[in-house]
């Protein structure tokens, strides 16, 4: 079933909630921007709210809220594609206006750790990002970072011992790669994850 339909590319549909709204900001690079939508019918209708980011080629932007303040992560298609370039920027308030942060890019020419790769969990005080490895290609598998420090001047991460946390399972669906990861807390200490991968398929 359609829920959004836009005449550029819409992918990675990352949905947050805040409040009693769900807001999601699927990947529309072909637009030169990272869009905001609000559910008026969750999860079957949405309606487009603002331009968070405008004048680039965003791809993947992921969302998410830290230490009341809210934070946008976003790799570039450049050429290469897979280039590795990771932006981080900032905000008061979820419409804006979003600022780029000083030390960004964050990662600059590394497509093994740049693109993201689905939800920021936020833990109590821990912040794990899942990464894109995005070399020899397109999602070879999904490696997580704690950043460490966050601040509207720091930035620092390090990867954690569990990394890669997804990996090629040689047959099957994921039998290529695998390059999402969307981890949900059931509320007892236990966490469901929904997962994406991927596979070669010989047409003749």
């Not at 409040?19 to 869009?35: C, H, I, K, L, W």
């Amino acid at each position: 079933r359609i829920v959004l339909a836009e005449p550029f590319h819409l992918s990675y549909p990352y949905v947050f909630r805040w409040g009693d709204d769900y807001f999601m900001t699927p990947e529309s690079y072909q637009a030169n921007s990272v869009r905001l939508y609000k559910a008026s019918h969750f999860p079957t209708r949405w309606s487009f709210v603002r331009d968070l980011l405008t004048e680039d080629d965003f791809v993947d932007p992921s969302v998410f809220r830290f230490n009341d303040r809210w934070w946008l992560l976003t790799d570039l298609a450049r050429p290469p594609y897979y280039a590795g370039i990771l932006r981080l920027f900032s905000a008061e308030n979820l419409m804006g206006p979003w600022m780029e942060h000083p030390k960004s890019p964050v990662i600059d020419g590394n497509p093994h750790i740049a693109r993201p790769a689905g939800r920021v969990v936020v833990d109590n005080d821990r912040v794990i990002r899942y990464a894109q490895d995005c070399c020899p290609v397109y999602g070879s598998q999904v490696r997580a970072f704690e950043i460490t420090e966050l601040t509207t001047k720091s930035y620092h991460e390090r990867e954690v011992y569990e990394s890669p946390v997804l990996t090629a399972g040689g047959a099957g669906w994921n039998e290529s790669g695998m390059h999402h990861i969307d981890p949900q807390p059931l509320g007892d200490g236990r966490w469901l994850a929904c997962v994406d991968g991927w596979c070669r398929v010989e047409i003749s």
